[in-house]
Every structure is written in structure tokens, then in C-alpha cells.
């Protein structure tokens, strides 16, 4: 082992990685489009990774590996696979000479290439955040392909940090992995772990010969009840750390659980032959016995995650400091930290200038929870240095509490008068019998989720209507102008049902928030959610209302546009929900239907406007699905009566679709279909329609439409290779259920691309419809 040096007093588990400014998304974006080069993307990288350090060490994290090396160009997961070999074959050769893995084959990984789709994506755990799915199979062979891990820590420790080097750890990365394709039945990514550890072991040692006296490997699949039992997650805990703890000549080990509580794995971990365990203690709760906690450590650093790094509150300093003072009665040696990565929030609150300064005063972002950790590392120290600032803390929370707009009476009456019949619509027999009548669709209808490319003219428009520069009726006629284009586009490729694209839009979730109370917007709290793909959650702080239709007008016109049917398009309640930072000062439930009702007036107003077809989307529904299966049966009955209703007022013959996009569907294909919405539109491209065998399975009796093009990469499926998606599809579902769509939105996409593949995509269903007939 490399010399012993304490772990920090104040510490983060991770910092956001794609700048203050979006600087590595511009970056890597760029380089993508071929105008900058590999070292103008390498420098711009750096100086992304040394504002954190700078900013890091401003806020008091100074101790030698208190600044975690969490930096990834694109996705941790990814970062993971690529260092330890885990490259599948289908992508050919992609290492050099050397056996390494260049950026371009990085790259590669996640985006694809013109022969192969990229490596699946799914959420990271109860997150926004999308991560990159290995594919492990009897084949993969680990070795050490990348060494940017050591790269990156030799850079800071040039520049006078000396970081704490990241990877997630090897029970989570074979737990996230999936089967390769030609992985025999009932494969199991975890049984190679013994092949892994040695690799392990070997990046280990790298890091110690660079000067690392810290290493942190994440663990949060030990937190998760998924289809390994106790007995078996113990075992490969035991198996993993035993050997890397036994590794000669290694750094010493942080090994970090967050995202929840261990439960019964907590002694097992903390028995772990490494120097220290961080424990989730902000979602997760205290020990019941700190006594025999204390006990299981025998020495080591407890590293108690009492900031919430997933959420924008001011941290209850007061609550946090008599989670400490339980532990440090029981004799543990204490360190403080976030209970996740900050990653999953913005970079600084104090920016926001354009925000009340009442709520300003409520919220932390990465920057302000890490001077939170510091004040409760010096309060461990010596409580009074920390009393002023716990007092202060302690009475923002209070005025929050007695603010205008957190109750509006009104509001909490409409939902203390709902009933069962609030929630419930006619059977689907008769919705079905009714909508087609009206609708006279073909069978494997087409359509889109709902938005088209949105052009760097159209963020113009925005950005200049935004600044006043212009009218309301200026910027009206050039977003008509692109609703026209839209609807030419579609009607020209031959598509069933049409969409306006959305062009007024800058996001789906921010859209809405701009025009319901209740919500508040940043303007530079960017949060990555996958690659170089950075959202803005808005701030759900109050009880909400809708003032006035929010998005009758565009959809409206539209449809005068065209005789075919137009979609209205609305966010669900859950993922509004999901994709804002949302008040933690009551249930969820009670949110949950709040948002619905406003959308509920919404969908009214929109079938009074002559919309016959609404689509409310809900691609957030298993994201928020709780990681302990105790706590999931709550969480779906409130989710599915939320989007229920919502949608429940609609008439007979209006056909209400929702959509859902990367997630592992069967965990909650039963909740899919409680949701009772006509027609299902789900991710299945790039998992190459594994989501049938979960329909087939479970019987699903209405309409679905398993996505054919996967809009995260920017390769163009082929008319063959929908075909053959589409030819799956009818396989395991009847073709009077199936619709035919992309698996997401085209927002991100470019116009080039979009038409060529939407053209395959019509173009394979009038293949298959006519082998049908």
C-alpha cells in the first residue's frame, strides 16, 4: 500500500463534469462535427477538469484527496468498460496497436457507427441521469485498455490537487452489464467477476505508482433489491474486496454506497478490507445499532453522507449535525460527504440572480453543498465554529415553510374532493370502437413522438424573443412558419398521425413549468443526462396551477393545416415531476396531482379546440420507481393515479397515447398497463425489440408502439433493418395493436438524418402492411 495518509474531513462523492457553461458538451460536440481536433478537445477537457479543482479547493475541500476525480467525457459506466477491456466483439477491432482504446473508439461506443447500433442506454438507478449498458458475455476477455484514469490523476496532481481517482466499483459494473448477444441462455454477467478483480487490481496499482493515496469505487447496486438475493450480493461483495484489499502496492479504498441504505449488507460492508465506507445517510437511514456499527469498522473512516446531493434544498444543517453526533458517540472515526455525486445538479445557486431572492436563499446547488459538507466537517471538529451557520440554515427552512404560494388553499381543496370516478375512463372496448370510427387509421399506423430538429434558427428565435428583440407576433410567425414545415414533411414522407415538432418548446418539462405556477426556472442550472445531453430542471417549490391553455394555440393550428389526425402533446405528472427539482416538504402523491389536474384542464381545452388524439408522456415512469421493492407498490399506485388523472376526463373518442423510453420495461409492465392510456409508444430500438417478449408475456391488450429508429445516435437505420424490427414486433404482438415510431423525440437530431430515416421508416411499414394483406 502506498503511504497512509487520513481520508478528508470534507469530502463529495462528485462534481457536475460538463462545465460551468456546458464547456465539454460544446466541446465534444464539436469534435464530432469534425471542427476541432483531438487535442483542441483534449485542452478544452482539461481546463473543464481544472475550474472544478480551482472552485473545489475555494470552498474549503483541501485536504490531499478531498477532490474527487469523477471527470468522464461522456458516461462513469462507459468510462468503466473501456478501462477494463470490456469492448464487444461486434464492434471489431477498435484497439491499437498498444491494446488501447483511442477516443474516436470511445466514441464509437456510445454513438455507434454506420455498421452497429452503440452500446444500450438505461437510467442510473432513481435518476435522470442515462447510463451506458456493457455487454458481457463467456467471450469478453478483461484487460487494462485505457489508462486515462491515471492520465487524468497525473494532470491534477501537476496542477498542486492530488484527487481521489473514481471507477465505479466491480459488483455494480457486472451488475449493470447485460448478456452479449451470443451469451447462452441464463448468462450472468457476475459470474466473471473473479476474471475481472485481477483487472482491478492492476488499475489499482497504476494509480498508487502515479501517487493516488485515494481510491473511491462506487457500489450503489448494493443498495438496490434486484434479482440476486442478499446471500449472493454478499458474497460477491466478500469475494471482490478480499481480493482487491489484498492487492500489494494499491492506494487506499473509499468504497462508497449511495442512492439508499445497505440494510443487511451494511456489517458486510463495513467489515470490507478497505480504509473506508461511505454510507448514504441522507436517503438512507442511521444504524439501528451504532454500537455494533462501530464495532464491524474496527478502525476504519466512516464517511457519512448526510448532504443530499440529488436534490436543490438547503440541507436542515441542524438534522444533519445529530446524525453526527449519534456516530461520534458511538466512537466512529467520521469524515463528512454528500450522499451522492453532485453530478446530479447544477454547478452554483448564488448565479440565479434572476430568481426571487427568497427562493434563491432555499436552494443549494454543488457548489453550496460543498461548503455544507465543510461547515459540518469543521462542526465535528468544534461544534461552535459551525453554530451560526446552523442557525441560519435552521430559520431559512422555517420561512420557507410560511412563504406566499408553497399552500394555495384552493388547490388542496380540488384535491381533497377527488373521487374513485376522477380516475377511471369507459372500458377500452368502447374507447377502441369509438376512436376508430372517428379515426379510420390503417393497420400499423405511423407516427412520431412529438418533436422534430430543433434548428439553430429556432433557438435563435427563442433566445431573441427572449430578449425582447422579437414581437410576440414576430416569433409566433416564425414558429408557424416552422409548424408548416413540420406538417408538409410528414404528409409528404405518407405518415398516419401527425405532430407540430414542438418548435415553441425548449424543453419538455421547462415548457410547462414556464406556464403553470407553482414553478420556477434557472437559467444556467444545467444537469447532464447523458453524453453531451444537458437539461435545465425547473424548481418545483409551491402548490401548482394553470392560469391559462398553455399549448392549445400551436396544436390548433396545426391541425388546420392538415386533414389528417394532429397530436396534442403534453408531459405527464410523473415526469414533470422527475425532470424538476421538486419541493421536499410533503407527500409526492399530493404533487403528483396537483400537476395532473392542471393537465386534466389542458386536455379539455385542447378536445374543445378539435384535437381528437393526446399524447401525455410519461418516459420518467420507472426512473422514480424506489430501489427497495418495500417502497415500490406506494410508489406506482400514486404514479399511475396521477397520469389516470389526468387523462380520465378525456372523452370516449379521444385516443390518449403515452410514451416511455429507456427503462427496463418488465419491472413495471403491470404499471404500463394500469395507466389504461390507447396507445403505448416504447424505446426498443437499440435493445432490438426485447420489450415484445415483455408484451407477449403479460398479454398487453391495447395499442404499442415499440420504437424502430433509436434517436440517440446519430447513425440512419436502414429500410431492412426496421423491416426486420417491424417483422419482430408482429411476431409477439398482434398487428391491430401495433403502431410504428421513432423510440423518442427528434429534438437532438438533424433534418438530413430525420427525413432519411422517418422515409425508411414509412417505407418498411407499407413493406410490412402489404405482407399482412
Known amino acids: 500500500m502506498t503511504e497512509t495518509i487520513n481520508f478528508p474531513a470534507a469530502s463529495i462523492l462528485g462534481y457536475p463534469r460538463i462545465g460551468r457553461r456546458r464547456e465539454l458538451k460544446k466541446a465534444v460536440e464539436a469534435y464530432w462535427a469534425g471542427k476541432i481536433d483531438a487535442a483542441t478537445l483534449d485542452a478544452a477537457a482539461k481546463q473543464v477538469q481544472l475550474a472544478g479543482f480551482e472552485r473545489l479547493t475555494g470552498l474549503g475541500l483541501t485536504e490531499p484527496a478531498a477532490v474527487p476525480g469523477t471527470f468522464s467525457y461522456y458516461d462513469q459506466v462507459l468510462d468503466a468498460a473501456t478501462h477494463l477491456g470490456a469492448i464487444p466483439a461486434r464492434f471489431g477491432q477498435l484497439l491499437d496497436a498498444e491494446g488501447q482504446l483511442s477516443i474516436d473508439g470511445y466514441f464509437t461506443l456510445a454513438r455507434g457507427n454506420a455498421e452497429q447500433q452503440p452500446l444500450e442506454m438505461t437510467k442510473w438507478f432513481d435518476s435522470n441521469y442515462h447510463y451506458l449498458v456493457p455487454e458481457i458475455g463467456p467471450e469478453t476477455n478483461f484487460s487494462v485498455t485505457s489508462q486515462r484514469i491515471v492520465e487524468e490523476f497525473k494532470f491534477a496532481l501537476a496542477n498542486g490537487v492530488q484527487t481521489r481517482p473514481y471507477l465505479v466499483g466491480p459488483v455494480t459494473f457486472l451488475l449493470l452489464s447485460k448478456a452479449s448477444d451470443g451469451a447462452p441462455e441464463g448468462f450472468s454477467p457476475l459470474s466473471k467477476l473473479a476474471e475481472l478483480l485481477p483487472v482491478y487490481a492492476e488499475l489499482l496499482q497504476n494509480l498508487a505508482a502515479a501517487g493516488a493515496g485515494w481510491v473511491q469505487l462506487d457500489e450503489p447496486a448494493l443498495v438496490v433489491d434486484g434479482e440476486f438475493s442478499t446471500d449472493e450480493l454478499r458474497t460477491a461483495l466478500e469475494t471482490a474486496y478480499t481480493t482487491l484489499g489484498a492487492t500489494p502496492e494499491r492506494p487506499q479504498i473509499l468504497l462508497s454506497t449511495p442512492y439508499g441504505s445497505l440494510g443487511e449488507l451494511l456489517n458486510n460492508v463495513a467489515a470490507a478490507p478497505v480504509e473506508a465506507i461511505q454510507l448514504d445517510l441522507f436517503k438512507g437511514e442511521l444504524p439501528a445499532e451504532p454500537a455494533a456499527l462501530a464495532s464491524a469498522l474496527q478502525g476504519k473512516t466512516l464517511v457519512a453522507g448526510v448532504v443530499d446531493g440529488h436534490n436543490i434544498w438547503r440541507n436542515d444543517l441542524a438534522a444533519a449535525a445529530a446524525k453526527l453526533d449519534v456516530l461520534k ?445
Open 329 to 773: 458517540a458511538a466512537g466512529i472515526q467520521l469524515a463528512v460527504s454528500t450522499s451522492t455525486s453532485t453530478f446530479h445538479v447544477p454547478h452554483d445557486a448564488s448565479e440565479e440572480v434572476q430568481l426571487d431572492a427568497q427562493l434563491r436563499s432555499w436552494l443549494a446547488f454543488a457548489d453550496q453543498k460543498a461548503a455544507e459538507v465543510v461547515t459540518l466537517a469543521s462542526y465535528l471538529a468544534d461544534p461552535a465554529s459551525a453554530e451560526s451557520a446552523i442557525a441560519e440554515a435552521t430559520g431559512v427552512i422555517a420561512s420557507r415553510a410560511q412563504a406566499a404560494g408553497v399552500r394555495r388553499e384552493e388547490v388542496r381543496s380540488r384535491t381533497a374532493a377527488l373521487g374513485a370516478a376522477d380516475f377511471q375512463r369507459e372500458a377500452y372496448a368502447a374507447r377502441a370502437e369509438a376512436q376508430q370510427q372517428e379515426l379510420q387509421l390503417p393497420v400499423l399506423p405511423t407516427t412520431t413522438i412529438g418533436s422534430f430538429p430543433q434548428t439553430g434558427e429556432i433557438r435563435s428565435a427563442r433566445a431573441r424573443a427572449n430578449k425582447g428583440e422579437l414581437s410576440s407576433d414576430q416569433y409566433r410567425e416564425l414558429m408557424q412558419d416552422e409548424i408548416r414545415r413540420v406538417v408538409d414533411l410528414q404528409e409528404g414522407l405518407g405518415f398516419d398521425v401527425l405532430v407540430h415538432g414542438e418548435p415553441e418548446r425548449n424543453d419538455m418539462v421547462q415548457y410547462f413549468a414556464e406556464n403553470l405556477e407553482g414553478f420556477d426556472v434557472t437559467v444556467h442550472g444545467w444537469v447532464q443526462s447523458y453524453g453531451s445531453r444537458c437539461t435545465r430542471p425547473s424548481i418545483l417549490w409551491g402548490d401548482v396551477t394553470r392560469d391559462a391553455p398553455i399549448t392549445v394555440e400551436w396544436a390548433a393550428f396545426a391541425q388546420s393545416l392538415t386533414e389528417k389526425p394532429m397530436k396534442g402533446m403534453l408531459t405527464g405528472p410523473v415526469t414533470i415531476l422527475a425532470w424538476s427539482f421538486v419541493r421536499d416538504d410533503q407527500p409526492l402523491r399530493e404533487t403528483a396531482n396537483q400537476v395532473a389536474l392542471a393537465l386534466r384542464d389542458e386536455i379539455s381545452d385542447l378536445e374543445r379546440a378539435g384535437i381528437k388524439i393526446i399524447q401525455v408522456d410519461e418516459p420518467a415512469l420507472r426512473e422514480l420507481l424506489p430501489l427497495r421493492k418495500a417502497a415500490q407498490a406506494d410508489y406506482l399506485d400514486w404514479s399511475v393515479q396521477a397520469f389516470r388523472l389526468a387523462t380520465s376526463g378525456a372523452a370516449t373518442g379521444t385516443q390518449v397515447h403515452t410514451h416511455l423510453c429507456y427503462s427496463e420495461f418488465g419491472v413495471v409492465i403491470d404499471a404500463i398497463d394500469a395507466l389504461d392510456a390507447d396507445v403505448t409508444s416504447i424505446e426498443a430500438a437499440r435493445s432490438k425489440m426485447e420489450v415484445v417478449n415483455d408484451l407477449e408475456n403479460h398479454g398487453f391488450g391495447r395499442g404499442v408502439g415499440p420504437g424502430v429508429y433509436d434517436i440517440h445516435s446519430p447513425r440512419v437505420p436502414g429500410e431492412a433493418e426496421v423491416t426486420e424490427l417491424l417483422r419482430t414486433a408482429v411476431e409477439h404482438v398482434p398487428a391491430r395493436q401495433l403502431w410504428v415510431n421513432p423510440d423518442c423525440g427528434l429534438k437532438t437530431r438533424g433534418y438530413a438524418e430525420t427525413e432519411e430515416s422517418l422515409r425508411n421508416l414509412v417505407a418498411a411499414t407499407r413493406e410490412v402492411r402489404a405482407q399482412l394483406v
